[in-house]
């Protein structure tokens, strides 16, 4: 009997700005301290681009990345998304950019924009490419600038931000290794809680959205704390189940780091141990769309993922959405 094919991970890249902004950074500019910061978010750092960075710089390094941890050239690859809520541009897409940077021609090249749960969303569509035998090694990659879109006289929100990349190569696999399971869920009824008003067809930049810094991201704080609480564990809950996975089968959760606060509790209540579930939310902050890759990608070139380690991967974000998938090394 033929084993079923699956979309596994070969190679996986990560890239971050080489500038950091510290808690103390921003005590200069806002009435904060990094006790403060700390205690309610777990950052004490996050990484901001520079004049000459971008998404696309950041998405490019991370691609590099992650085709020399597969031992692939960018000739090789068939197809590249890339999701990202920050774009080069409005258009043409972010993916087209990359494509271009890494000397590419011919194959397909499209955004998904799904905030947080963004790297999920591509994910989930890369790997179905590749199981329906379409494509034999798709790039995919979760790239954000969020720092040139915080507004940076908001407490609330510009404490929380930072700026990085995460790439994964996808390619079949017969031998069982691979996304085992995705889930993906959006509700527009709340595309208010996290957005950025001003620069779109509803509200396009002029004298008037710029003085009202309509421009930078807009976050109803409890809210979106409130709704990540509860997805999060029951994102967990659902992947476990529909894979029959108890807390001793899963080697790894890999959560978008949102908050440490919100991490620790969902995974506490269903019985995780902190050692199980990896966090980077203190050097990077949230990155959004980059958060779950760069984590993979960081946490395999320490050797904490290692070949045959079952990872459930969890996110929520903008728009709003959630998401979860299990995948196997």
């Avoid at 050692?275 to 050797?303: C, Q, W």
């Amino acid at each position: 009997m033929a084993r079923v094919l699956r979309a596994a991970v070969s190679g996986l890249g990560m890239a971050v700005p080489s500038k950091v902004m510290a808690n103390a950074d921003l005590e200069k500019i806002l009435d904060t301290d990094d006790e403060w910061i700390t205690q309610r978010t777990g950052i004490k750092a996050r990484r901001v681009v520079s004049e000459g960075e971008s998404t696309v710089t950041l998405a490019t390094a991370a691609a590099k990345a992650a085709l020399a941890d597969a031992k692939a050239q960018a000739s090789e690859l068939d197809a590249i998304i890339v999701a990202t809520a920050t774009p080069e541009m409005i258009f043409p897409s972010t993916a087209c950019c990359v494509q271009s940077a890494l000397g590419v021609k011919n194959i397909p090249a499209f955004d998904i924009s799904a905030a947080c749960s963004g790297f999920l969303y591509a994910l989930s569509v890369a790997s179905k490419f590749v199981e329906s035998g379409s494509y034999k090694k798709v790039l995919v990659i979760g790239a954000e600038t969020l720092s040139r879109f915080c507004d940076y006289t908001d407490r609330g929100s510009c404490i929380l931000f930072g700026d990085g990349a995460g790439a994964a190569i996808l390619e079949p696999s017969h031998d069982g290794n691979g996304l085992q399971y995705s889930v993906l869920h959006a509700d527009g009824s709340g595309w208010d809680f996290i957005h950025i008003p001003a620069g779109g067809s509803r509200r396009p930049a002029s004298h008037a959205t710029v003085d009202d810094r309509g421009h930078y991201i807009k976050m109803r704080g409890r809210d979106v704390y409130k709704f990540a609480v509860e997805k999060m564990q029951w994102l967990l809950e659902d992947c476990m189940s529909k894979c029959n996975l108890s807390v001793d089968d899963v080697d790894l959760v890999v959560p978008h780091q949102v908050n440490s606060r919100i991490i620790e509790s969902a995974t506490q209540k269903l019985g995780f141990p902190m050692e199980k579930v990896y966090m980077n939310i203190d050097r990077f902050g949230n990155t959004s769309a980059a958060s779950i890759p760069l984590a993979l990608a960081e946490a395999k070139s320490k050797g904490i993922i290692k070949p045959g380690m079952t990872i459930v991967m969890v996110a929520f974000g903008a728009g709003l959405t959630w998401a979860g998938a299990v995948l196997k090394i």
